[in-house]
């Protein structure tokens, strides 16, 4: 059973990544108002029957798609060498690295997303979902620099974490990579020397 099995399971997986695939493709190129089952089974070259094999709604399919990018692009990876370092500073630094290797490339989802969450259920349940995993992992970075007395004053652990989160900004990244055409680099050093001035207190008591 098992040697049948595992090429069915294999086939079933790589049919719901294609499904995905297409999801993120469709909202990158076309906006998430073409976003449906039909546009969907189109551009993964698949029958709408097996579009609703493996997501019962276009909801369902939004909100597996935050995961599947998630996967695609390491994030678990990524924010791992952020929970890794040997102390708050290093692990903001690490966190302002994640942000500039990570997040330009979920620019295009998140603008179409941002689009319509305003009228449009599924994007703003996506947008919440994205929201609450961000904050929290700002809450988390604010937590650790308060216990360890190197957040600066006169920041309390909330504010913080919501300037951090305010920092994770597409239209903000999107003027400094595009308008202004910074580096990825640049966007990590230039990201890192704001955290630094404004969230870090110095081991003397200073900013």
């Not at 906006?31 to 089974?41: H, I, K, Y």
């Not at 709604?57 to 924010?79: H, K, M």
């Not at 603008?111 to 700002?138: K, M, P, S």
Request: aromatic residues 8%; charged residues 30%; contains cysteine.
């Amino acid at each position: 059973m098992r040697s049948i099995d595992s090429p069915r399971n294999a086939r079933s997986q790589r049919t719901r990544d294609a499904l995905l695939a297409a999801t993120r493709e469709i909202l990158e190129h076309d906006g998430f108002a073409a976003l449906s089952m039909a546009a969907v089974a189109e551009r993964a070259g698949v029958t709408r029957r097996a579009v609703y094999l493996h997501f019962t709604s276009r909801s369902d399919l939004v909100s597996a798609l935050f995961p599947y990018i998630a996967q695609q692009e390491g994030l678990a990876e990524s924010t791992n060498r952020v929970w890794a370092a040997a102390d708050s500073v290093e692990a903001l630094r690490e966190w302002v690295r994640h942000l500039a290797r990570y997040h330009p490339k979920l620019m295009a989802v998140d603008r179409a997303i941002e689009q319509v969450r305003a009228d449009d259920a599924d994007a703003r349940r996506h947008r919440d979902t994205v929201n609450e995993a961000q904050l929290g992992n700002c809450r988390r970075l604010a937590e650790w620099l308060h216990r360890e007395n190197r957040l600066a004053h006169p920041w309390t652990v909330e504010e913080a974490a919501d300037v951090l989160f305010g920092l994770i900004c597409t239209e903000l990244f999107g003027r400094w990579l595009e308008t202004r055409e910074w580096s990825t680099g640049d966007l990590d050093r230039n990201l890192w020397a704001i955290c630094r001035a404004v969230l870090v207190r110095d081991q003397d008591g200073g900013v």
